[in-house]
Structures are given as structure tokens and as C-alpha cells.
């Protein structure tokens, strides 16, 4: 079990369980907060700070515009 601890004032801090279902971050293209399975993440190298994930609408989006610019 992970969790994330902040300090948000003074004597106020914040523990929150990472669990599989409430890690989300921003798609870089589109902006919108989705959810990312942290499971497909544990076995790879993650640089937490500078991964980007696309949503999926974005990364269905971008799969079609490599696959068509590769014909
Ligand atoms: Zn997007």
C-alpha cells in the first residue's frame, strides 16, 4: 500500500491511499482529467513528475494519425 502525504497548512496534513481507481491526471492534449490505471504502470520505469497520458479519446485520435501517415 502507497499513500500521498502533504502537508497543506501548518499541523494539516493529508494521507490519501493510492489505490487503483482514484489516480488521474490531465491529458496534454485535450486538458481533460481522466483516470490512469496505475496497475499497467508498476512494472515499467515511470517518471511520476513528466509522464504524460493522453485520454482516450486523444490517444485513439493520435493511433489513427500515425497509422494513416504511415501508408
Ligand atoms: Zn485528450
Given at each position: ?26 491529458c496534454?492534449e ?23 497520458i493522453y485520454c482516450?479519446?486523444c490517444s485513439?485520435?493520435l ?9
Open positions: 500500500m502507497f499513500y500521498v502525504k502533504k502537508k497543506i497548512a501548518n499541523g494539516v496534513e493529508i494521507n490519501i491511499d493510492i489505490e487503483y481507481d482514484n489516480v488521474y491526471t490531465h496534454p485535450c486538458g481533460v482529467e481522466h483516470m490512469i490505471d496505475i496497475a499497467e504502470f508498476a512494472n515499467e520505469d515511470l517518471d511520476i513528475e513528466s509522464t504524460e482516450e479519446k485513439e485520435s493511433r489513427a494519425n500515425t497509422e494513416s501517415g504511415e501508408k
